[in-house]
């Protein structure tokens, strides 16, 4: 979900006279092309870059993540600005009122995404996924239905048991984990699978996986992510024929994927025909998936339902969209505690009086613990798991911000810590601070519409359908994790280091490596 550096690539050594010429005329087109697209048009400002790479090799030779690029870019360009990236324009927008007008006061002009590459559309079945498709009839189509169809609230609760077997494998994974070596727990990579299994449930509703075959899935799905990063020849185009191996391997991949999750596609298609005759196994299938939703989904402006290949592409959207995101989130939350005993014996006292120790924090109890509810906007005003929206686009040439053209083959990105750590709209914004939402203090409605302050999750039209499941899973998560144990730093890591690094989402550079001890509970 976020935006990645462009690598480079070794070149193969030997190229023939007749390339080079074939790339000095795509290069001359491309300059004669440029010029003739954004001609009398008003772009936000931004370094001044070179001819047909604009400013891509600034940024790629930079020394310092894409992150921290804009954010330096920011000081002295500000809220908006432009980057050409090769062919492909960037207008990154960062500030409160900028985000309202993009996503509020013009959001139905902005809220398309742009054209992608070869690989991410294989992956995408052709921009046929809610994250990906173009503003029009088939996004609505697929947002609505994924929309109540899965995260609406009556159907998240239907989920409670999947949520309460994975928190339940989760913690004694993590005991597990504890017990073998000298106390100590990976976070990122237990939280991760504790989310995967809990999508993985939701989606095909097949209940009896074993850690095993999740941990294949996983492994797949992680390839997925690696084959459709962020490339060169995605802003030069005329470079592709030198990334043929790449194009190849995420075919393998593509089929991979499809090899992976079709047959359990299929055993839930079974367990759907004999239901009539047979009842299903509560232990194996659950009363309903996501996937099932899908299997007869009507499209507006579209024939037929959606093919074996299209079925698999929307399944991984839904496990992909919540899993990094959300398991990025508990480590930043857990580095936060192990960070501030007095957050933690504050959070502890929380679950005790709420809860107690004699049976599980249920997420329903989390809704009644105020302090959680404002740790967990804290950690999302902080550390935003993703730094950039989604990328925008506009629907149709000829739109405006802040007075500038935004091209309509622009890519529209909003950075999301220009608003949540802007001076203006926060008190001491480098701190972490719960109290900051307590009675009194200041206030945060993370879906924008009250006014935005921060929108971790995007705002307007394409804001993330899965707030309110993210924000259920991050705090039961961290209830769990502090019920069952007492948290603090490894003498690896003394004293935590919060600086970040993009891996899909924003992680914490050096992975957290924590000490648990177990807590006496009576369940
Ligand atoms: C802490 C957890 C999460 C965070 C921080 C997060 C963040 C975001 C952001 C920033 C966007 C882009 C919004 C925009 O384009 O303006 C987004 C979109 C999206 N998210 Fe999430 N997300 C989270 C969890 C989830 C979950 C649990 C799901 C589903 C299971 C999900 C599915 C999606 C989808 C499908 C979109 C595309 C929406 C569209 O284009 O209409 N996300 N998310």
């Not at 604009?54 to 921290?68: D, E, M, R, T, Y």
């Not at 936060?336 to 009086?353: C, F, K, T, W």
């Not at 001491?428 to 999750?457: N, V």
Request: hydrophobic share 45%; charged share 25%.
């Amino acid at each position: 979900m976020s935006m990645q550096q462009p690598t480079c690539t070794t070149l193969p050594g030997a190229m023939s006279l007749i390339l080079t010429a074939a790339v000095a005329l795509a290069v001359a087109a491309a300059v004669v092309r440029y010029n003739r697209k954004y001609r009398g048009l008003r772009l936000p400002p931004g370094p001044p870059g070179w001819p047909i790479v604009g400013n891509l090799f600034q940024v790629a030779f930079s020394g310092k993540l894409f992150i921290h690029y804009i954010r330096d870019l920011r000081r002295e360009y500000g809220p908006i600005l432009t980057l050409r990236m090769g062919v492909r324009t960037l207008v990154v927008i960062s500030s409160a009122e900028l985000a309202h007008e993009a996503l509020v006061q013009k959001g139905q002009e902005f809220a398309s995404r742009p054209a992608e590459n070869a690989t991410r559309n294989i992956f995408s079945s052709n921009k046929f996924t809610v994250n990906s498709a173009v503003y029009g009839a088939e996004w609505r189509s697929l947002r609505r239905n994924m929309v109540s169809g899965m995260l609406s609230t009556s159907r998240l609760r239907e989920f409670r048991p999947a949520r309460r077997r994975a928190m339940d494998r989760f913690v004694s994974r993590m005991r597990a984990e504890a017990d073998a070596g000298d106390d100590s727990v990976w976070v990122l990579r237990n939280a991760r699978f504790a989310v995967f299994c809990i999508l993985l449930d939701m989606t095909f509703g097949l209940l009896d996986l074993d850690e095993a075959h999740i941990l294949r899935i996983d492994a797949v799905m992680k390839r997925v992510l690696l084959a459709t990063g962020v490339r060169m020849d995605d802003y030069l185009p005329f470079l592709r024929p030198f990334f043929r191996r790449q194009q190849r391997r995420a075919l393998d991949v593509r089929r991979e994927q499809v090899d992976t999750l079709l047959p359990l596609i299929n055993r839930r298609r079974a367990i759907l025909r004999d239901r009539d005759t047979r009842p299903a196994d509560p232990d194996v299938a659950a009363p309903f998936s996501y996937l099932d939703s899908l299997l007869d989904l009507r499209i507006e402006g579209r024939d037929g339902v959606a093919s074996d290949d299209e079925l698999v592409t929307l399944c991984a959207e839904l496990i992909n969209g919540g899993t990094d995101t959300t398991a990025t989130a508990i480590e930043w939350a857990m580095a936060r505690i192990v960070d501030n005993p007095s957050i933690q014996a504050r959070l502890h006292e929380e679950i005790m009086q709420q809860v107690g120790d004699t049976r599980p924090v249920d997420e329903k109890d989390t809704d009644g613990m105020p302090y959680l509810q404002a740790f967990v906007k804290e950690l999302l005003r902080k550390h935003p798991p993703t730094y950039f929206s989604l990328t925008h686009a506009a629907v149709k040439p000829g739109s405006k911000l802040a007075g500038y053209d935004v091209p309509a083959d622009a890519n529209l990105d909003i950075f999301l810590p220009g608003i949540s750590e802007d001076p203006k709209l926060w008190d001491r914004p480098a701190e972490f601070d719960p109290d900051r939402f307590l009675s009194g203090g200041e206030t945060a409605d993370m879906t924008g519409s009250a006014g935005i302050r921060m929108i971790p999750f995007g705002a307007g039209r394409r804001i993330c359908p899965g707030l309110s499941m993210g924000t259920t899973h991050i705090a039961l998560m961290v209830a769990r994790m502090l019920q069952a144990f007492e948290w603090q730093a490894h003498p690896s890591q003394p004293k935590l280091d919060f600086k970040d690094k993009v891996e899909f989402t924003v992680v914490m550079e050096q992975p957290l490596l924590a000490m648990v001890t177990p807590r006496k509970i009576f369940f």
